[in-house]
Nanobody, 112 residues
């Protein structure tokens, strides 16, 4: 079973940017599998953020459209979530997932 690990979270000021990574334990994993990004804000339920299919089709939640971009590296082992123009409402634990596989999450905190 593939393992997914997120990284790249941290503390950033409002208006700043972060790039999250989701690294799969299997080389080429994302050439055959979609990746979804979810987040869980403090005290709230987990919510969908973005996805990218193995063919490269992408979609985003309305609240991140135009600010977040999902893409993957050429080896298709790492998926990224580029987050620009962050605001405090983006504070959450961010998870990547593919099928039944979930990473442990990475904390993103945006200060005002």
């Amino acid at each position: 079973q593939v393992q997914l690990v997120e990284s790249g979270g941290g503390l950033v000021q409002s208006g700043g940017s972060l790039r999250l990574s989701c690294t799969a334990s299997t080389f080429g994993f994302f050439s055959h599998n979609a990746v979804d990004w979810y987040r869980q804000p403090p005290g709230k339920q987990r919510e969908f953020v973005a996805f990218m299919t193995s063919a490269g089709t992408k979609d985003y939640a309305d609240f991140v459209k135009g600010r977040f971009t999902v893409f993957r590296d050429s080896a298709k082992r790492v998926a990224y979530l580029q987050m620009n123009n962050l605001n405090p409402e983006d504070t959450a634990v961010y998870y990547c997932t593919s099928g039944p596989n979930w990473g442990p999450g990475t904390q993103v905190t945006v200060s005002s």
